[in-house]
């Protein structure tokens, strides 16, 4: 909650306070070392006696979580209107299902009004009949209970894992990519660049599938260094673990955004890098001589031939060719 803060000397928070010589509150600060039970002990005997206060009047000492009580008075505030209010509605809902439970089984019993008059004419007795109805009711509370909590246990936390067919597809999409990079690593041109943009997209179906397990496992491994950023990290950290299924669509569209991103900025400079890489195997020359404007000309040429040394120089030239295929038309640049 929102508070303000001002700070002034000491002078004036005694007229501030309205109690000049007294102090309502003393912060201590423990020194390096010192447990805190010890000290708060050490502390409070050293106040005035309060036995014949009530419980929480000062003077009192407050140490740990406890401290909120005195730092933020609103906090006991609200506490109180915690309690009332959780108070109210509980009792209102244990009513509401007192009468409905009630009237439920009051209905069942009037239903069945001729069995248990049948049961009266073969001298059951009354105890004998309401300790008939009471036991049923019992038993059907129970199964109805266990139900009901494993129906509520569901719908307010999450189940650790996932389906068995989501599982299933993320473990088949998961392995297709694995074989399609091996394909593509072992495949060579055209065919190569052509499975890569399968790979990625087949592995970004497998985190899709597998993205609450693939949650818990980076929280399971990054969670140390998570939780070293102090509460925020530590919360962050449970909330991963806790919200694995709510986050996996996220993860999933963040994951196919990288993946296309990364896809088509580096599947074309990795394609001119493994041409590069092609044309400097296939250069078989100590030395290769480039000129600083396009072309060289043939006296240029000649004279590196002539030159000490040499045992053979010769030109290479950069072009393309179109190539006719099976009625379609190819090219080939070389």
């Known amino acids: 909650m929102d508070q303000s803060t001002v700070f002034v000397d000491d002078s004036e928070a005694e007229a501030l306070a309205g109690h000049p010589g007294w102090a309502e509150v003393i912060g201590v600060v423990a020194e390096p070392g010192v447990e805190r039970t010890a000290l708060t002990n050490a502390v409070a005997a050293a106040l005035p006696p309060t036995a014949d206060r009530a419980v929480d009047a000062y003077p009192r ?49 009037k239903q069945r009004h001729r069995d248990i008059a049948l049961l009266r004419a073969i001298a059951a007795t009354p105890r004998q009949v309401r300790r008939l109805v009471i036991r049923e009711a019992v038993v059907l509370g129970l199964l109805a209970s266990i139900t009901g909590v494993w129906a509520l246990g569901e719908s307010s936390v999450e189940r650790p894992g996932i389906g068995v067919i989501r599982a299933l597809l993320g473990a088949v999409t998961l392995a297709g990519g694995v074989v399609l990079s091996t394909v593509a690593m072992n495949a060579r041109g055209d065919t190569a660049a052509g499975t890569a943009i399968g790979v990625v997209f087949t592995f970004v179906v497998a985190v899709a599938r597998l993205s609450p ?50 896809s088509l900025w580096f599947l074309p400079t990795s394609q001119e890098h493994a041409a590069a890489a092609q044309r400097r195997a296939g250069l078989l020359a100590d030395l290769v001589v480039t000129p600083a404007a396009p072309g060289l000309q043939a ?14 120089a010769t030109g290479v030239t950069h072009s393309t060719m179109f190539v006719s295929r099976d009625g379609a038309t190819a090219t080939v640049q070389g």
């Not at 509980?90 to 009468?99: F, R």
């Not at 140390?224 to 709510?246: D, E, M, P, W, Y």
């Open 61 to 109: 000492v407050y140490a740990g979580p406890e401290r909120g009580v005195v730092e933020s008075p609103d906090v006991a505030d609200g506490r109180e209107f915690v309690i009332a209010v959780s108070s109210v509605f509980g009792g209102a809902t244990l009513l509401i299902a007192i009468l409905v439970i009630a009237g439920t089984v009051g209905l069942s019993v």
């Open 299 to 312: 006296g240029q040429l000649a004279a590196i031939g002539r030159t000490g040394g040499v045992l053979a």
């Open 213 to 262: 397990v693939l949650i818990r496992l980076c929280v399971a491994t990054f969670g140390a260094a998570l939780r070293g950023f102090g509460v925020t990290g530590r919360l962050a950290a449970a909330h991963l673990t806790s919200s694995a299924r709510r986050l996996s669509p996220v993860v999933s569209a963040l994951v196919l955004a990288v993946a296309l991103g990364g």
